[in-house]
């Protein structure tokens, strides 16, 4: 499976950005699906995630209420919507792709097969 995502930008802080994840090569429906970030010198970290064949969905508690991941097996995409964005939301975040996952494990990056490029996301105070 190759991943690419796109859709980041600058933004003020309070405005919103939607990332998109297009999938080629299998089916997402397949995979569950997540997003992690990693800031400058900080380590990557868990976003969100949705469990493939379930309408299970998971957050960091940093993003609940703010984020949300929906997918679009039609289209093959995964999708960020990221409303209220803060400063500390400044990162590149890559969707990734995971063929055995759980609930208690969708948040672990290590847990996941494919990796897209990743997609600068800028927030601005």
């Known amino acids: 499976v190759q991943l690419q995502a796109s859709g980041g930008g600058l933004v003020q802080a309070g405005g919103s950005l939607r990332l998109s994840c297009v999938a080629s090569g299998r089916t997402i429906s397949t995979y569950s699906m997540g997003w992690f970030r990693q800031a400058p010198g900080k380590e990557r970290e868990f976003v969100a995630g949705?469990?493939?064949?379930?309408?299970?969905?998971s957050y960091a508690n940093s993003v609940k209420g703010r984020f949300t991941i929906s997918r679009d097996n039609a289209r093959n995409t995964v999708y960020l919507q990221m409303n209220g964005l803060k400063p500390e939301d400044t990162a590149v975040y890559y969707c990734a792709a995971g063929a055995r996952l759980i609930t208690s494990t969708i948040t672990l990056g290590g847990q996941y097969d494919y990796w897209g490029q990743g997609t600068l996301v800028t927030v601005s105070s």
């Open positions: 949705t469990k493939r064949n379930s309408p299970t969905t």
